[in-house]
């Protein structure tokens, strides 16, 4: 019973973490980038990129915690029998994992300062960001399908 509650935790926590990114990826950047003023697109994508950021380090948690089970049921912690698929999602949580719990930080800070302190060029920022953010989804859907894959393999 235990093994069927975190394989539901585990597979809605991705589907909101995932569906999170694919939204912010395939709708809020071309808003943004629509945005007239600079502040105007700053302001967007902070207030989207706050509540978020919550949401999916929440979905993150439960999805590391709920996989971890999930590995000890299958393969009992013997790392040398993991399949494929299970180290594609493994990898995948790592990096989101890392650039929600710090690496993003220095990223955006790094991204939106400048060394004169003139203005960051916001259009070209955001193309970088959503390009990112679609190489991020890729590797999204690629775990999603590794899931599978491992799942009725």
Same mark, same amino acid.
Request: charged share 10%.
């Given at each position: 019973?235990? $093994?069927?509650?975190?394989?539901?935790?585990?597979?809605?926590? !991705?589907? @909101?973490? &995932?569906?999170?990114? =694919? *939204?912010?990826?395939?709708?809020?950047?071309?808003?943004?980038?629509?945005?007239?003023?600079?502040?105007?697109?700053?302001?967007?994508?902070?207030?989207?990129?706050?509540?978020?950021?919550?949401?999916?380090?929440?979905?993150?948690?439960?999805?590391?915690?709920?996989?971890?089970?999930?590995?000890?049921?299958? $393969?009992?912690?013997?790392?040398?029998?993991?399949?494929?698929? !299970?180290? @594609?999602? &493994?990898?995948?949580? =790592? *990096?989101?994992?890392?650039?929600?719990?710090?690496?993003?930080?220095?990223?955006?800070?790094?991204?939106?300062?400048?060394?004169?302190?003139?203005?960051?060029?916001?259009?070209?920022?955001?193309?970088?960001?959503?390009?990112?953010?679609?190489?991020?989804?890729?590797?999204?859907?690629?775990?999603?399908?590794?899931?599978?894959?491992?799942?009725?393999?």
């Amino acid at each position: 019973m235990l $093994y069927i509650i975190s394989l539901i935790i585990h597979v809605l926590s !991705v589907v @909101i973490w &995932i569906g999170g990114v =694919a *939204f912010v990826t395939m709708i809020t950047f071309p808003m943004i980038q629509r945005g007239s003023s600079s502040l105007e697109q700053v302001m967007m994508f902070q207030g989207i990129e706050h509540r978020f950021s919550k949401i999916a380090k929440v979905m993150v948690i439960l999805a590391g915690l709920s996989g971890l089970y999930l590995i000890y049921e299958k $393969y009992g912690f013997d790392f040398k029998n993991l399949n494929v698929g !299970v180290w @594609i999602m &493994i990898i995948v949580w =790592a *990096f989101y994992a890392s650039l929600l719990f710090g690496l993003e930080k220095i990223i955006f800070k790094k991204m939106f300062s400048t060394p004169t302190g003139e203005q960051a060029d916001t259009k070209k920022i955001f193309k970088i960001l959503q390009g990112f953010h679609w190489v991020v989804l890729a590797l999204s859907f690629l775990a999603i399908a590794a899931g599978i894959w491992t799942g009725h393999y």
